[in-house]
């Protein structure tokens, strides 16, 4: 039997706008200092418009991936997609989708970078807790608005 996925590209799309304030607040006023001078920028000038543009289509772009590839896994965990059962609630669908991506994809990539890359686990711990919070938010958007 063959599933029955469909995913909704306005979420995505509400999931990808929604990131930009959490990213602009994560990376700015809350954690931004702690990050530079981690990532050993602290001393550097503000980009300027044509590189923050590109940084912002990129993280967009990234963003849009997770949105669409996190959706497509919301769905095939559910029974109905299947033609098998009931589904949980949303919420059950929005934290294990969260959780396990999260734990199996992210983490592992920022452990990666502190042994290859000699990154500092400040850093890890700043951008994994922002990608759980990315990832925390938009599984909530995929399985409550589909």
């Known amino acids: 039997m063959q599933p029955e996925i469909a995913v909704n590209f306005a979420t995505v ?8 304030p959490v990213g602009f607040l994560w990376f700015g006023p809350v954690f931004g200092k702690a990050w530079a001078r ?5 001393d550097m000038e503000e980009p ?6 590109k940084s912002l289509a990129l993280y967009a772009l990234g963003s849009l991936l997770i949105a669409v590839v996190l959706a497509h896994n919301i769905e095939a965990w559910q029974p109905s997609t299947w033609g098998a059962g009931v589904d949980d609630a949303a ?8 959780l396990w991506t999260w734990i199996g994809f992210f983490v592992p990539l920022q452990i990666g970078r502190v042994a290859w890359e000699g990154r500092r686990w400040g850093l890890v711990v700043i951008n994994s807790s922002f990608d759980l919070v990315r990832l925390l ?10």
């Open 13 to 20: 799309i509400v999931c990808v706008v929604a990131s930009m």
């Open 38 to 42: 981690h990532m050993g920028m602290e």
């Open 48 to 53: 300027g418009g044509g590189a923050m543009a």
């Open 91 to 98: 919420s059950v669908y929005a934290l294990n989708a969260a």
């Open 137 to 146: 938010l938009f599984s909530t958007i995929l399985s409550y608005w589909q």
